[in-house]
């Protein structure tokens, strides 16, 4: 047991560094802990964070029947890194190995969908969700919301959407986003007015997409209501809500108040320099 917990602390010194991870490997196998599933696991996640994903696809054909627990681990992994082909092919390979998903697993691979545009296979991830169990699982349906979204079928969005029995602020804000980002501004800024009718806080994701909405419809006077309540409530104005604000009021023509906004923002990315120059 004492050696076991001294190969997981190698690993986790390691870090997701692909050198020190496979002498880590290495000395693993030769102390006779090369099939440990638990250590087997955790170099998977390490490696994946590093992006070896030749070396990660190893690690995983090394594991003897894997478990919802490693494929889940190595799905949200490639999800979360923006490698959505090597996702969809984990939760492939899940299936045909009749593993049991898990709302992780969908949700991790439906971001994935999203990423690739893939409305077709999201549509068949959907059908499995449902199947399987998590037709109404909040995470599930939200994380379908922004999928649905992404690939201009703001129709089915709003249908699963609809069909919530409880409605997260993350599926508020999928929704939201969703319909400022396929040109729908002033249906947005409706359904954010319904999300505060209905007894929710919005957030810091919540504003961005509505001051969005709002410079998509020139509604300053929304905008700036937004703005004060940013300052009444003392939010932090992080890279996107101050972008969000400057590209409002750029956009409505008062260029002074834009840059009161950037002046004072602690930060500053590309995005918040284009939006002020132009």
Same mark, same amino acid.
């Given at each position: ?30 102390? +006779? ?19 070896? *994903? +030749? ?197 409505? +023509?008062?260029? +002074? ?19 002020? *120059?132009?």
């Amino acid at each position: 047991m004492a050696a076991n917990s001294a190969a997981y602390e190698a690993i986790v010194r390691a870090g997701p560094r692909l050198n020190q991870l496979q002498q880590v490997h290495a000395h693993l196998i030769v102390t +006779g802990y090369g099939h440990s599933r638990s250590l087997l696991t955790k170099l998977i996640t390490f490696a994946s964070s590093a992006r070896a *994903i +030749g070396y990660t696809h190893l690690l995983f054909l090394s594991v003897p029947l894997p478990d919802d627990f490693l494929f889940n681990s190595i799905i949200k992994s490639t999800s979360k890194l923006r490698l959505p082909l090597d996702c969809v092919a984990y939760y492939r390979r899940m299936m045909s190995s009749n593993v049991p998903p898990t709302n992780y697993t969908f949700t991790s691979v439906i971001k994935s969908c999203a990423d690739l545009s893939a409305s077709g296979i999201g549509k068949g991830v959907h059908c499995h969700a449902v199947v399987s169990g998590f037709g109404l699982d909040t995470y599930v349906q939200a994380a379908f919301v922004t999928f649905y979204s992404k690939c201009g079928d703001t129709k089915a969005a709003r249908k699963v959407f609809d069909r919530m029995p409880d409605k997260s602020i993350v599926a508020w804000n999928s929704l939201i986003s969703g319909l400022e980002q396929n040109g729908l501004g002033e249906e947005a800024i409706r359904v954010f007015n319904q999300m505060r009718e209905s007894g929710f806080e919005p957030d810091s994701a919540t504003f961005v997409s509505v001051l969005s909405a709002c410079a998509q419809t020139g509604a300053i006077s929304l905008g700036s209501c937004v703005h004060q309540y940013i300052v009444r409530e003392g939010l932090d104005l992080n890279v996107k809500l101050g972008t969000a604000l400057i590209n409002l009021y750029s956009r409505c +023509g008062d260029v +002074g108040k834009a840059r009161e906004v950037f002046d004072k923002m602690k930060e500053t990315n590309v995005a918040a320099w284009t939006a002020m *120059i132009s």
